[in-house]
């Protein structure tokens, strides 16, 4: 079993950045394929970025080119770097990681992004 812990979320302005990093403990990520997700208010949880085990990236539309996912192997946590924020991605954010047959999610941690 995986637990992933994460940290980061919080209130910044528009154009601001923000960090989220989400710690797993329980096994090593190294052969798990990562993912961040967000559910903003009322909404459906959406994929916003992913990196299979190999460090292949895909992202969302909507963060491409803002959002960038990173994983640090030797400190067993996986990052989500944001920059340009706008008021649409405030949105709970989840990290969640994954190998054939298994799945875990992280608690999800609140950013907000108001003036």
């Known amino acids: 079993q995986v637990q992933l812990v994460e940290s980061g979320g919080g209130l910044v302005q528009p154009g601001g950045s923000l960090r989220l990093s989400c710690v797993a403990s329980?096994?090593?990520?190294?052969?798990?394929?990562m993912a961040w997700y967000r559910q903003g208010p009322g909404k459906q949880r959406n994929l916003v970025a992913s990196?299979?085990?190999?460090?292949?990236?895909n992202y969302a539309d909507f963060v491409k080119g803002r959002f960038t996912i990173s994983r640090d192997n030797a400190k067993n946590t996986m990052y989500l770097q944001m920059s340009s924020l706008k008021p649409e991605d405030t949105a709970v954010y989840y990290c969640?990681?994954?190998?054939?047959?298994?799945?875990?999610w992280g608690q999800g941690t609140q950013v907000t992004v108001s003036s």
């Open positions: 990196m299979s085990s190999g460090g292949s990236t």
């Open positions: 329980g096994s090593n990520l190294q052969m798990y394929a």
């Open positions: 969640y990681a994954n190998r054939p047959g298994y799945g875990y």
